[in-house]
């Protein structure tokens, strides 16, 4: 397998030096090219796998390998998109996709490659314009274009379209549909949205909440374009629903409980 994590655990301590289990037993394995989606409520722990991954966030045990190697830090073979852009304000578009390649390339080879990725993403025309000239939805494109520039084997999106409205997340959607089958990367994308994991992914692991496990493993056999697809994807939503119903009751009674001893 292309990615493999081998029994991870994670644990925190409060402020009381009190153990928290974050994540409890995650053994996964991604193939490589595939689109997976990791879904769960709030607090399962799913960024945080996602930041391990990455190699921002170590394991308490357990380990991640990813092409044969152990992750211990961050590499250029993993791309990763967050929820903010986070692209540096006083850099045009051009030079914010460039970043990351200044030590490898020359300005122009740099310039040439930023065009390339702009140009997959649909912002082309906008090399010179700033962040504060565009969109949300525009910001995280140029984002998407500064990871795939890294050339990456492996892209992590921690819920890379949350804050956008829904008309322009179902843009996004269409347009890194067309980049994952144009580049064949193998794609960990981190979602709350029912509908947004099953439109994309080949494959959703649903997490229960803390301490964060795999409730279940599921591959979706919807043929793509999947909007085309209406009563399949309705009837996948609701047995996932199902099985997060209560998933979703515990962190409700979590908060009730925590406020009432507040």
């Known amino acids: 397998m292309f990615i493999e994590a081998k029994n991870i655990n994670k644990v925190y301590f409060d402020k009381n030096n009190k153990p928290i289990t974050v994540l409890n037993d995650i053994n996964l394995s991604i193939p490589k090219g595939q689109f997976i989606s990791i879904l769960g409520p709030s607090g399962c722990g799913k960024s945080t796998f996602l930041s391990m991954i990455a190699g921002l966030t170590s394991s308490t045990s357990g380990e991640i390998i990813v092409n044969g190697k152990k992750v211990v830090k961050p590499g250029k073979d993993r791309g990763m998109v967050f929820q903010q852009a986070a692209l540096f304000p006083w850099m045009n578009v051009a ?59 492996v892209l992590l999106m921690d819920e890379p379209f949350g ?49 964060g496990t795999i409730l279940t493993d599921i591959t979706v056999d919807i043929p793509r374009p999947r909007e085309q697809h209406r009563q399949q994807i309705g009837a996948l939503e609701e047995q996932i629903m199902a099985l997060l119903k209560t998933e979703i009751d515990k962190v409700i009674e979590e908060e009730q409980s925590y406020e009432a001893d507040s």
């Open 163 to 211: 804050a956008l409205d829904e008309q322009t997340r179902s843009r996004l959607h269409r347009q890194l549909e067309e980049i994952w089958i144009d580049t064949q990367k193998t794609i960990v994308f981190v979602t709350h949205s029912i509908s947004e994991s099953i439109k994309l992914s080949d494959r959703i692991i649903v997490m229960g909440t803390r301490p």
């Open 95 to 153: 030079e914010n996709v460039m970043f990351p390649l200044r030590k490898e390339l020359s300005k122009s080879e740099g310039l040439k490659r930023a065009q390339h990725f702009l140009k997959m993403v649909q912002l082309s025309n906008y090399p010179t314009h700033y962040p504060h000239e565009l969109s949300g939805g525009m910001q995280q494109r140029v984002s998407i274009a500064r990871s795939l520039a890294m050339d990456p084997a």
